[in-house]
């Protein structure tokens, strides 16, 4: 069995620096036999923001109609997901902010209707991994980004301990990333380790 | 001669028209208006925007490529005494719409920080005043800590000194602002203070003296 990857690549700028470490952590899982990879740039599809309805909580589903309807599903069948983001003001992305905020239908699932999000054997088998880069080289720069992210995994049934992190500061001009001393080992090195963990999660 | 009234603008970030965080706001903003501000709110759904796209064409010549609703709104914030941005948390941080427009920002960072052809003053910064205002459904204390470096960020490019914020957490608890016990209250109290600091200031020493009381 295959393990299923679903990437998102959600910063406006097509193949800019976070989609680039993305690629590069694809590109060392894909060397793996036993993965399957779909990556989604949130550019090419639409997902709307959050209305703050709350109707979820009632629907058990979102009343908009838009992309969000195939990547609700494709998000709960993953035993992957990465979600890579630029950092913007000290922040994700408006575009991957919507992505994550869309994920209050599965906060609602679990934590208002008490329902499953995934089957329960899937519990604890689930990895997430959060690729960003950012402009500044200040310490803090990505703590706000990790606790949103921290809650679309939380909410998606991906536990704390089994989130990794890709996270590059000082690149900010379109394919900066490239120079950078480290990064692509340690995105090779990111997407290595998550097929290990995926294999001993699910062994 | 009269002084000029101290311009407040309070900026709604949120999807929900007259939820809570919108309702805090507009405390906020009877208070400021019964000091004798002159108050004006834009929400952000009933305009046009779109986010930023990271092209970092501005870098180069500091004017946003994308022409639409936000040039003229921060062309108007640049003229403000008082600037509250109001949002809801959701999933740890503000909504993607208020994201969205503060991100826009970045062709007034590209001014101040790479041409370096937009320079304000201490003594500017410290006369205009800006506010961050939210409130969310859970009871965590760490709820707003997400937000606050993109407000300080946010306030620093527009030229603002990071002043206050107004936020209430546990709404899920309260089951609404009104309901909660000094939240609303406070941002009144707040809204008239902010504007008899800043009409102080703006008067000059003597304001000062009162500003240093106030504080």
């Known amino acids: ?203 | 001669m009269d002084q000029e009234p101290v311009k407040v603008i309070g900026i709604s970030g949120s999807p929900h028209r007259h939820g809570n965080t919108e309702t805090l706001l507009d405390a906020f903003l009877d208070g400021a208006k019964e000091a004798g501000g002159e108050v004006d709110k834009v929400v952000l759904r009933s305009i046009s925007y779109d986010p930023c796209k990271g092209c970092n064409a501005c870098h180069k010549d500091g004017v946003c490529i994308i022409e639409d609703d936000l040039i003229p709104l921060f062309d108007r914030i640049l003229t403000m005494d008082v600037l509250a941005l109001a949002s809801p948390i959701y999933t740890m941080g503000i909504t993607a719409e208020t994201k969205g427009f503060l991100d826009r920002a970045q062709y007034l960072w590209a001014r101040k920080y790479i041409l370096k052809t937009q320079y304000f003053t201490r003594e500017h910064i410290r006369r205009h005043k800006g506010v961050f205002i939210s409130t969310a459904g859970t009871g965590w204390e760490n709820v707003f800590s997400s937000a606050f470096p993109s407000m300080t960020a946010f306030f620093d490019i527009m030229g603002f000194e990071y002043h206050d914020n107004i936020i209430a957490n546990d709404m899920d608890r309260w089951k609404g602002i009104r309901n909660h016990p000094t939240a609303l209250a406070e941002a009144r109290e707040k809204g008239g203070k902010i504007v008899a600091t800043v009409a102080g200031l703006k008067k000059g020493k003597e304001g000062d003296q009162a500003v240093n009381g106030a504080i």
């Open chain 1, 1 to 203: 069995m295959a393990f299923k990857i679903l990437a998102f690549a959600t910063g406006p700028r097509r193949h800019g620096n976070s989609e680039t470490l993305l690629d590069w952590v694809l590109a060392s899982m894909a060397e793996e036999p036993d993965v399957v990879i779909e990556k989604v740039a949130l550019g090419e599809v639409t997902v709307n923001p959050c209305r703050g309805c709350n109707a979820c909580e009632v629907l058990n589903r979102c009343v908009q109609r838009d992309d969000m309807d195939v990547l609700h599903d494709k998000i709960i069948a993953a035993d992957c997901m990465i979600f890579a983001s630029p950092i913007y003001c000290l922040g994700i992305c408006a575009e991957g902010k919507a992505l994550i905020d869309r994920s209050q239908v599965f906060r609602s699932r679990k934590y208002v209707l008490k329902l499953p999000v995934v089957p329960p054997e899937r519990l604890g088998k689930r990895l997430g991994i959060f690729i960003a880069s950012a402009g500044q080289n200040w310490d803090i720069v990505f703590d706000g980004a990790k606790m949103s992210i921290k809650c679309f995994f939380h909410v998606t049934e991906v536990k704390d301990k089994d989130i990794l992190y890709l996270l590059v500061r000082g690149v900010d001009k379109a394919g900066e990333v490239e120079t950078h001393p480290t990064a692509r080992d340690e995105a090779r090195a990111t997407g290595k380790r998550a097929v290990e963990r995926l294999r001993e999660m699910n062994r």
